[in-house]
């Protein structure tokens, strides 16, 4: 009994000398998303210049909202010059997006999870990814003209349409921005209560 009564007290004295890191995951995967952030930065315009380079006019009329047969004329390389600049722009408000990201992953990191920083970071991140998918839907409008400006009159195209994908990164952009505003009023709240003591 007092042998086993003797040991307790260091096995307890072990554990608070050498606590364990709570948010270890956290700064492990934060790691990780700052890799993956800056592989998304850096790849997405160059798969961008790549699919306007060789894709088919099949391809790119589907993603102008326009029929497959709707492009009748063979489309110049001006044509698919112009359309990657003007599908760029809703790419380049995402990796606007992208960046916040980025930074508010080095934050967490470093172990700064719950601060003002990180949260304004999280809430431009929201901005800047609702912006790109709105861009996305008037550059896919301005891509249908773009594409069947060499046709006949009469079967040129103005296609407007809003997807599935772009709700969703609607909801996404909203959901960021509301769990950003939570955690800001949380923030709030501990250094209102901080006064208080």
Same mark, same amino acid.
């Given at each position: 009994m007092s042998r086993e009564s003797s040991m307790h007290p260091t096995h307890r004295n072990h554990r608070t000398l050498h606590p364990a890191d709570p948010l270890? %995951?956290?700064?492990? #995967?934060?790691?990780?998303?700052? &890799?993956a952030c800056w592989a998304l930065i850096l790849l997405l315009p160059a798969a961008l210049v790549g699919y306007w380079a060789v894709a088919g006019g099949e391809q790119l009329a589907s993603h102008a909202n326009l029929p497959a047969s709707a492009i009748g004329a063979p489309?110049? *390389? &001006? $044509?698919?010059?112009v359309g990657a600049g003007v599908m760029g722009l809703p790419l380049a408000l995402?990796?606007?997006g992208l960046w916040q990201a980025k930074r508010c992953f080095e934050q967490? =990191? $470093?172990? $700064?999870?719950?601060?003002?920083?990180? #949260?304004?970071?999280?809430?431009?991140?929201?901005? &800047?990814?609702?912006?790109?998918?709105?861009?996305?839907?008037?550059?896919?409008? =301005?891509?249908?003209?773009? !594409? #069947?400006? %060499?046709? *006949? *009159?009469?079967?040129? %195209?103005?296609?407007?349409?809003i997807g599935s994908n772009h709700?969703? #990164?609607?909801?996404? =952009?909203? !959901?960021? &921005?509301?769990?950003?505003?939570?955690? /800001?009023? /949380?923030?709030?709240? =501990?250094?209102e209560n901080e006064g208080f003591v």
């Open positions: 270890r %995951h956290v700064r492990r #995967t934060s790691r990780l998303m700052v &890799w489309l110049q *390389p &001006w $044509q698919r010059l995402l990796l606007v967490f =990191a $470093q172990g $700064q999870v719950f601060t003002e920083q990180a #949260t304004d970071l999280l809430r431009r991140f929201a901005g &800047w990814v609702a912006a790109a998918a709105l861009a996305a839907i008037v550059a896919s409008a =301005a891509t249908s003209v773009l !594409l #069947t400006l %060499h046709n *006949p *009159p009469g079967m040129r %195209h103005l296609a407007l349409g709700l969703f #990164t609607f909801f996404f =952009a909203g !959901l960021v &921005w509301l769990m950003a505003a939570v955690i /800001g009023q /949380g923030q709030a709240l =501990a250094e």
